[in-house]
């Protein structure tokens, strides 16, 4: 199972990131930048740690964590959270919770040749496509 989930993913396709961005709170000249550029995703693990780092022009940043367990992450719009990632084969289950505001649900399908992303804030959902490299 956990096989076809490490690698290296660039973003492709994108759908209603936008709003998506916007429902976080994130303005309009940084919704703008971070659409401006195709991060790549790269995971790997050592025994039941993971680690996900997401790269692009931007920024980068790096979480590491152990299915199952909450552990603080700082997102890329600048707000701590406390995240659980669960898996249930190969998709992942991602809850964001902040300390106030809305929680987000982030849900990554694994596949051969990609990796699908669904990200869920109040009613806005956004949908992220990344190719394998």
Sequence with gaps: MQDIIVGKYRLSKTENFDAFLAEIGLGYIKRKLAQSTSPEITISRNGDKWTMLTSSALSTSEIEFTLGEEFP???????????????????WTQTQKPGNGKDVLIVREFGDKELKVTSTIGNITANRVYERI
Excluded at 73 to 91: F, K, L, M, N, P
């Design 73 to 91: 992450e700082d997102r890329q719009d600048g707000v701590s959270v406390t995240s659980c990632i669960t898996a249930d084969g190969s998709t």
